[in-house]
C-alpha cells in the first residue's frame, strides 16, 4: 500500500486552500447547521416532554428514597463509561477534521481503528464498571436488605455502558460527516419508546433493577436504527482494518478523550454523586427534580454546539481561521443569549412549575435556584470552548486543566456540603469556583489557537455580564412572589416572558457588531428554512 493512502488528504492550505474551501459555501454550511440543530431540538424537546410525564410516574412508584437511588445510579456508573476509552469521540472529532476529504479507505481504517480500541478498553469499562456496582450499596447507605436489588440494577447499567461504547460509533461518524440531521423523525420516536420501555418496568413493579433492563433495551434499539441510517446516508462507510501505528495513534488520541470525557462526566454527574454520599437520596430527590427545567437548557445548548462543532471542524482543518473566530464569536454569544432568557423565565417560574409538577415541598428555594442557573451558563460557555479545542485534535492542555478544575469541584463541593452544612446551594458553589479555573483557561487557549487577543475577549465580556448580574438577580427577587395557579396559566406566563426577555437581552446584553451578526446569520437561517 502506498504511504498517501494512509495520510488524511485534507484541503490544501495557501491560496489553493482558500480558493478550495469556497466550494463549501456558508450559506451550505448554515443550512446543515439549521438542520443539525432542528432534528436535535426535536429529539431533545420529546425528551423533555416525555421526562416531564413520567417522572412523576416514576417518583410516585419508587418513592423518594429509590428515585433518588435511581438518579444517583445512573451518575454513578456513568463515572465509568470514559474507562471505555470513549472511541466513538476520538472517531468524530477525526471525521469532522478530516470532513473534507475524500480518502475514504483513511476514513474506513478510522472506523476499524475506534473498534479495535473498543475491545481494547473493555477490559478495563468492565473491571471499573464492576467495582462501581459493588460498592454503591455501601457508599449509599442503603438497607442491606436492598445490597442485591442495587447491585444488580448497576450491573446492567454497566452492561448497558459497554453497549453504548459499541453502538454509539455510527452516530459519531453521521455527526462527524455533519449529517447528525438525518436521524430527523427515527429519533424521536424512539425517544418515546425508550422512554415508555421505563414506564412500563415500574407499572408491572420491576424497580430499579427493571428501569435498567429498559435502559439497556433502548441503547440496543437507538444502535442499531443509527446504524441503519448511516449505511443509507454515508457512501463510504464502512470498516477497513488499520495498520498497527494508526492504532496505537489512535489509542493515543481515545486516552486524551477518555481523560476529557471522565471530567465530563464529573462536570456533569458527580454533583449529584456528592449529594447522594455526603447529604442523602431524598435530598438528591430535590435536587434532580429541581434542576429539570435547568437541565434542558443544558441540553438545549449542547444541542447547539453539536449543530455548529461539524462545519467548524471543517474551517479550523482548513486554516480558515477568520472564518472560525466569527463563527466561534456567534456561536458564544448565541449560547449566552438563550441561556439568559431561558435562565431568567426559569428563575421566574421554577417555584409554580414544580408545584404543579410534583408539589411545592420539592422546591429549594430562589436562592438555589439562582446559583443552579448560573452554573448552567458557566457551563455551556466552558461546553463550547472545549468542543472547539477538540476540533483541532490536541487535547493535552484541555484536559490536564479540566482534571484539575474537577478535582477542585469535586473538594470544594464535598467541604460546602458535609462540613459546613450548606446544602444544595454548597453543592452548586463549589462547582462554580471550582470551574473558573476552566473559564479563564480555556478562552486563553481559543484565544492563543484563532489569534485572538487577550483584552478583545475581555471587552467583550463586560456588557453581557453586567446584564447577566441584572437579570438573574431581579428575576431571583421576584420569583417568590409570583404564581400560575394552573398549567394554563404558566404556560402563557412563560411565553409572555420569553416574548419581553428575548428583545431585551438581544438589545442590552450584546455588542452592535454582535447583535447585526447573529441578525445576518437569523435570516440566513430563515431564507434556507
Known amino acids: 500500500m502506498k504511504t498517501d493512502d494512509t495520510t488524511p488528504r485534507s484541503a490544501p492550505r495557501g491560496r489553493l486552500g482558500r480558493m478550495v474551501s469556497r466550494v463549501v459555501s456558508d450559506g451550505s454550511l448554515t443550512k446543515k447547521a439549521s438542520l443539525n440543530a432542528a432534528a ?31 438518579q444517583i445510579l445512573q451518575r454513578l456508573i456513568g463515572h465509568a463509561s470514559p474507562a471505555s476509552g470513549r472511541p466513538g469521540e476520538a472517531l468524530k472529532w477525526t471525521i469532522a477534521h478530516e470532513q473534507r476529504s475524500t480518502d475514504y479507505d483513511f476514513k474506513r481504517r478510522q472506523v476499524g481503528n475506534a473498534l479495535a480500541v473498543w475491545l481494547l478498553f473493555l477490559p478495563l469499562l468492565l473491571a471499573v464498571g464492576g467495582v462501581l456496582a459493588w460498592l454503591s450499596p455501601v457508599w449509599l447507605d442503603v438497607p442491606r436488605d436492598s445490597f442485591g436489588t442495587v447491585r444488580l440494577a448497576a450491573g446492567i447499567l454497566v452492561l448497558d455502558a459497554v453497549l453504548f461504547s459499541l453502538l454509539y460509533l455510527p452516530q459519531s461518524v453521521l455527526q462527524g460527516e455533519n449529517l447528525g440531521y438525518k436521524r430527523l423523525g427515527l429519533s424521536v420516536l424512539l425517544v418515546f419508546v425508550s422512554k415508555s420501555l421505563l414506564v412500563v418496568a415500574v407499572y408491572f413493579g420491576a424497580g430499579i433493577g427493571g428501569l435498567a433492563v429498559a435502559t439497556a433495551v433502548a441503547t440496543v434499539l437507538w444502535g442499531v436504527t443509527y446504524l441503519l441510517i448511516v449505511r443509507s446516508r454515508v457512501e463510504w462507510f464502512g470498516i477497513a482494518r488499520p495498520s498497527i501505528a494508526e492504532v496505537r495513534h489512535f489509542v493515543g488520541l481515545s486516552w486524551w478523550f477518555l481523560l476529557w470525557n471522565l471530567v465530563m462526566t464529573i462536570m456533569l454527574a458527580s454533583d449529584v454523586v456528592v449529594l447522594g ?18 437541565q434542558a437548557i443544558i441540553v438545549a445548548v449542547a444541542t447547539l454546539i453539536v449543530a455548529i462543532m461539524p462545519g467548524l471542524g471543517g474551517m479550523i482543518g482548513a486554516g480558515e481561521l477568520t472564518r472560525a473566530v466569527r463563527i466561534r464569536k456567534e456561536t458564544m454569544s448565541l449560547i449566552w443569549l438563550f441561556t439568559i432568557v431561558a435562565g431568567t423565565t426559569v428563575l421566574l417560574w421554577e417555584a409554580s ?59 470544594l463541593a464535598w467541604l460546602f456540603v458535609g462540613p459546613m452544612e450548606l446544602g444544595i446551594v454548597g453543592l452548586v458553589l463549589g462547582f462554580i469556583v471550582g470551574r473558573t479555573i476552566q473559564s479563564i483557561g480555556y478562552p486563553w487557549m481559543i484565544g492563543r489557537l484563532l489569534e485572538i487577543p487577550p483584552e478583545r475577549q475581555l471587552r467583550g465580556i ?59 446569520r437569523l435570516r440566513k437561517v430563515a431564507r434556507l428554512a
Open 353 to 411: 412549575f414544580l408545584r404543579l409538577w410534583v408539589g411545592e415541598e420539592y422546591y429549594p428555594g430562589s436562592g438555589a435556584v439562582l446559583v443552579i442557573m448560573l452554573m448552567v451558563l458557566q457551563f455551556g460557555l466552558i461546553r463550547t470552548d472545549a468542543n472547539i479545542i477538540d476540533l483541532t485534535l490536541n487535547l493535552r492542555a484541555k484536559v490536564l486543566l479540566g482534571a484539575i478544575s474537577a478535582v477542585a469541584s469535586i473538594g
Open 40 to 70: 436535535s431540538t426535536a429529539e431533545q424537546g420529546a425528551r423533555i416532554v416525555a421526562g416531564l410525564i413520567i417522572s412523576p410516574i416514576l417518583l410516585t412508584r419508587l418513592g423518594d428514597v429509590f428515585f433518588g437511588i435511581w
Open 277 to 294: 454520599v455526603v447529604g442523602s437520596p431524598a435530598l438528591v430527590t430535590t435536587y434532580t427534580l429541581a434542576k429539570y427545567l435547568p
Open 462 to 520: 463586560v456588557r453581557p455580564a453586567i446584564a447577566t448580574g441584572l437579570l438573574f438577580g431581579g428575576a431571583g427577587a421576584l420569583a417568590d412572589s409570583l404564581h400560575a395557579g394552573s398549567w394554563a396559566a404558566l404556560v402563557l406566563s412563560v411565553g409572555l416572558s420569553v416574548a419581553v426577555l428575548a428583545p431585551v437581552v438581544f438589545l442590552a446584553g450584546l455588542q452592535p457588531d454582535v447583535r447585526r451578526l447573529l441578525w445576518l
